[in-house]
């Protein structure tokens, strides 16, 4: 997970209000990364970016919720390169907390970074080694060590080498004998330098270990990212104050995860991180609350699976489209508790919006009919739904149950209902708050989503592989009836 919460920095930022009073940014933190912890797998990894005003105790709710033993490392960035004149001191960079679900699980999956183009230059093969390119491992002297690694040595050319006087060898004799033996240890062209214990590139770890201190040039600048919005990815919208560069999710997502993995951002922005998974071949979800879902995020995923994004890491990664996304709105809660304490149907609801609600909270395709007023939605040519607020009397009853007939089944979500269920066999009779409830998994520590990759290309994106995800809720469904419209379960819920 990469979340970039609003940094509550006093700053009015056009679209997020960045200044909120601290108590209340603490509390809207703590809940969001509670409800995020409950979503981890045991080897996932929660990766948050923050400046000085918040980090500091942004580190004591992550240790309370996380238990330090899951810290793993707090990154600095070089956000900006440049200096400020306005100000007392210049800020160059932001914090990067890592904390792990399990860090003993997370250790033994998290990634090595790739090697820079300057760090392979380092190794080099002079001597033509047949073993390929090498680095200088143990070699020279220094000025501390046992008189045990003060041993002269015989060089190739006859001459004979020891450290000068208050030196020591870096290497034992034991360790020079057996590297000789194995022909890994280099004398200079002419057999008459001292002595270097190669270091194989094919003897090292595939990529290297990631450091604490993360420059500009690896990791990206704030206005690189404006840039590219600028000039290659909306021209026409104003970006945020301070977009994340890709290059800086791309680090995270190398280190974190692996292709093919969900990638999580609850704080959407302008789609970063979503385009950056999609880019690296992983799966992802974001949420976005705020009109730049609309503004910002849609058309920048849109040119991402077009091939029309040419900024960030599109070249380094050698993206050129593909793939899509689908995008659900968030439905007003269906229940709410009356004075008394009772659940009852929310009244941001009409009757039409009930019964699509309902049709997805039990897995129907909600298509009502124009002729048949029971056949509100349904789940195969002879399984149907009705919905209703009404109570339903047997006599009712009995006339659906007529009506449906022995060859088609109806499930009845109502009110509240009369007489006994089990009389009509061909009717499955539930009270609509009661329907819902037992569907709702409030206070668990696994949500237990079922995430499926996409069948195909969407929102007219071109034939590819699919790096985006439709995330549906677990549900119970009845046995007699076939599976659910899984494509279909939110969308269409305002």
Not at 151 to 179: C, D, I, K, T, Y
Not at 379 to 393: C, G, K, N, P
């Amino acid at each position: 997970m990469f979340i970039d919460p609003p940094y509550n920095t006093g700053s009015a930022f056009e679209h997020y209000d960045d200044g909120v009073e601290h108590s209340l940014w603490l509390s809207m933190f703590r809940d969001r990364v509670e409800l995020l912890r409950r979503l981890m797998t045991d080897d996932a990894s929660l990766w948050v970016t923050l400046d000085d005003n918040e980090v500091h105790v942004a580190r004591c709710v992550l240790d309370e919720i996380f238990g330090r033993a899951n810290f793993v490392s707090t990154i600095v960035w070089e956000k900006d390169k440049g200096r400020r004149n306005d100000t007392d001191i210049s800020t160059a960079h932001d914090y990067v907390c890592v904390y792990a679900k399990d860090r003993r699980r997370w250790a033994i999956t998290r990634n090595l970074l790739p090697r820079t183009e300057d760090q392979l230059k380092r190794y080099r093969n002079p001597d033509n080694d047949p073993r390929g390119p090498w680095l200088q491992g143990d070699n020279g002297t220094a000025k501390s060590g046992s008189e045990k690694a003060r041993f002269p040595v015989v060089l190739p050319s006859g001459r004979v080498v020891q450290p000068p006087s208050g030196n020591f060898w870096r290497f034992s004799e034991e360790n020079l004998n057996r590297a000789r033996a194995e022909g890994r240890v280099h004398f200079g062209a002419g057999g008459d330098s001292m002595p270097v214990i190669k270091r194989y590139l094919t003897d090292v770890q595939d990529g290297v270990v990631p450091r604490t201190w993360w420059t500009a040039e690896e990791a990206g600048t704030n206005q690189d990212a404006k840039r590219d919005h600028l000039r290659k990815l909306l021209p026409d919208i104003e970006p945020f104050a301070t977009p994340k560069p890709e290059q800086l999710v791309r680090q995270v997502l190398q280190i974190a995860t692996n292709p093919g993995d969900i990638v999580l951002d609850s704080f959407a922005g302008s789609g970063t991180t979503g385009a950056v998974a999609h880019k690296m071949g992983r799966r992802w979800i974001m949420i976005e609350l705020g009109d730049h879902a609309h503004t910002h995020i849609i058309p920048r995923l849109r040119k991402v699976i077009d091939g029309k994004d040419t900024g960030g890491i599109t070249q380094s990664v050698n993206w050129n489209g593909g793939g899509g996304f689908r995008y659900f709105r968030l439905a007003p809660s269906l229940l709410e508790k009356d004075r008394y304490g009772n659940w009852v149907v929310s009244r941001d609801y009409n009757s039409a919006m009930l019964t699509e609600a309902v049709c997805k909270h039990e897995g129907f395709l909600y298509a009502p009919s124009d002729t048949v007023y029971w056949q509100q939605g349904h789940s195969t040519e002879r399984d149907f739904i009705y919905v209703t607020t009404q109570t339903l009397s047997r006599q009712q009853l009995a006339q659906l149950s007529e009506e449906v007939g022995p060859d088609r089944s109806l499930l009845v979500c109502c009110a509240a209902y009369r007489g006994a269920a089990e009389e009509f066999l061909n009717l499955t009779i539930k009270k609509i708050p009661h329907a819902v409830l037992h569907r709702c998994e409030w206070g668990r520590d696994d949500y237990s989503l079922s995430v499926a990759q996409l069948p195909g290309p969407i929102d007219d994106a071109p034939e590819g592989e699919a790096g985006a995800v439709t995330v549906r809720a677990a549900t119970k469904k009845r046995g007699r009836k076939a599976a659910a419209q899984g494509p279909e379960l939110f969308e269409g819920i305002e």
